[in-house]
């Protein structure tokens, strides 16, 4: 038990009087809970499943909010409803707009952790490295911003699995550099992870510019561009990259090299 919960990952938890002396006893399959007698206080792992994405909506568990950003609490009927019905639609605008990219969130993409929204109105997201497959992210206004945010942060999600399995830059090598994105310098690790994202953000503007030429996609599309191919050349001459890390950085290159259909 934990603070007055016991809480079953990824099927729900359950709010538990310590004081009493009943024992009930719970069946759980992966379609449904069965229990003894009537259960009080059960609050179920919600889940969505549209349009190749299959994950869970988790407010629940306790070990969730392992990052800077505050989590949201429990989302109540009407949060629920509103997250339920961003999500199906920026899986089908995703389908549409980038279908490989689609794809991959389709298959990695496990858990979103519903966060709480900035008052500013500042889109809101970040990816726990440690738990594959789990992203958190603030429910922003529209369904474009959020397309956007899932597929950032499954980059994120995709690149801490390859730097668990592979070195692409000699780890000692604390230097910072700068990159166009961040007023302050940036550690190796972050160009990386900030390179790799963004190329999947062009991705994104550059086919809603194919789609609505003259529209601000265009203008995104060519800034998020710039900032990918300056961030390769810093990359490439920190001297810090492996022959995986090298190989890596020319991927991105080559993927930049072939938008050249882009408006």
């Not at 730097?163 to 007023?183: Q, T, Y």
């Amino acid at each position: 038990m934990r603070g007055g919960q016991i809480y079953l990952p990824a099927v729900g938890a359950l709010s538990v009087d310590a004081s009493t002396s009943r024992t009930s006893v719970l069946r759980l399959s992966p379609r449904r809970l069965a229990a003894d007698r009537e259960i009080r206080g059960w609050q179920t792992v919600r889940h969505v499943s549209v349009a190749g994405l299959s994950a869970t909506v988790d407010d629940v568990d306790p070990f969730r909010d392992c990052q800077v950003l505050p989590t949201a609490g429990r989302l109540s009927a009407g949060r629920w409803k509103s997250w339920r019905l961003a999500l199906a639609a920026a899986a089908r605008r995703l389908a549409n707009e980038v279908p490989a990219y689609a794809s991959v969130l389709g298959v990695s993409l496990r858990s979103v952790i519903p966060l709480r929204p900035d008052p500013s109105g500042r889109w809101q997201s970040g990816t726990p490295r440690q738990a594959f497959g789990a992203v958190s992210v603030a429910l922003p206004a529209d369904v474009a911003a959020l397309s956007v945010l899932l597929v950032h942060e499954v980059q994120h999600v995709k690149l801490a699995a390859l730097l668990d399995l592979f070195d692409f830059f000699d780890r000692s090598d604390s230097r910072k550099f700068r990159v166009a994105w961040r007023d302050t310098p940036r550690p190796i690790e972050a160009i990386l992870h900030g390179t790799y994202a963004h190329l999947a953000i062009a991705e994104v503007w550059r086919s809603r510019a194919v789609r609505a030429p003259g529209s601000k996609a265009r203008g995104l599309y060519l800034m998020y561009r710039s900032w990918i191919s300056d961030a390769i050349e810093v990359l490439a001459g920190t001297g810090a990259l492996t022959p995986a890390g090298e190989r890596f950085v020319a991927g991105m290159g080559s993927a930049v090299e072939a938008w050249t259909d882009a408006p």
